[in-house]
T-cell receptor, first 113, second 112 residues
Framework: DAKTTQPPSMDCAEGRAANLPCNHSTISGNEYVYWYRQIHSQGPQYIIHGLKNNETNEMASLIITEDRKSSTLILPHATLRDTAVYYCIVRVTDGGSQGNLIFGKGTKLSVKP | EAQVTQNPRYLITVTGKKLTVTCSQNMNHEYMSWYRQDPGLGLRQIYYSMNVEVTDKGDVPEGYKVSRKEKRNFPLILESPSPNQTSLYFC???????????FGSGTRLTVV
């Protein structure tokens, strides 16, 4: 699976959009981009995933560049409860692979009042 | 409520005493997986299962066993726990290979 690079930490003001970047320059054609977050020591929470088109759900939007070498997770109106570690993961989901989730160090997002 | 339930949440045990951490999901998911989380090492996969009676090793399977006799349950067995298995354990499940995983709340295990 391709490796991802994320900034170790970011701050965001409450109510503003949080834009979390992720580089995955070695991503291959059959790898999806997934985002999870983990609040303190709770179980990771799935946020969103995509292949090449931009995706949006009730939690966030995922913007993937045309060359698929990077992506941005957008939390449109960050709240204090969005303070967490955010993980960007690329993962094969076809063929014989079970598509293990390989968690890196993620980005620690701090939402401030 | 759709969820993954792990038990117990906290467990302190002694070296060598066999234990089982249970995991159950009520979403009819095919895929289930166990992870451990350690400071500085992040989350690492122990075992996974793609369906009933189909299991395979993840990245750190040594010292662990699993079974998948029913779709909803995926217990993690430590036959002879050792202090290096002190960790925070998470069970997760997903409907298909492509869907996002739903994680349990975690089991904090201490082996003394």
């Amino acid at each position: 699976d391709a490796k991802t690079t994320q900034p170790p930490s970011m701050d965001c003001a409450e109510g503003r959009a949080a834009n979390l970047p992720c580089n995955h320059s070695t991503i291959s054609g059959n790898e999806y981009v997934y985002w999870y977050r983990q609040i303190h020591s709770q179980g990771p929470q799935y946020i969103i995933h995509g292949l090449k088109n931009n995706e949006t759900n009730e939690m966030a939007s995922l913007i993937i560049t045309e060359d698929r070498k990077s992506s941005t997770l957008i939390l449109p109106h960050a709240t204090l409860r969005d303070t967490a570690v955010y993980y960007c993961i690329v993962r094969v989901t076809d063929g014989g692979s079970q598509g293990n989730l390989i968690f890196g160090k993620g980005t620690k997002l701090s939402v401030k009042p | 409520e759709a969820q993954v339930t792990q038990n117990p949440r906290y467990l302190i045990t002694v070296t060598g005493k066999k234990l089982t951490v249970t995991c159950s999901q009520n979403m009819n998911h095919e895929y289930m997986s166990w992870y451990r989380q350690d400071p500085g090492l992040g989350l690492r996969q122990i075992y996974y299962s793609m369906n009933v009676e189909v299991t395979d090793k993840g990245d750190v399977p040594e010292g662990y066993k699993v079974s998948r006799k029913e779709k909803r349950n995926f217990p993690l067995i430590l036959e002879s726990p050792s202090p290096n298995q002190t960790s925070l354990y998470f069970c997760a499940s997903s409907l298909t290979r492509r869907d996002g995983y739903t994680f349990g709340s975690g089991t904090r295990l201490t082996v003394v």
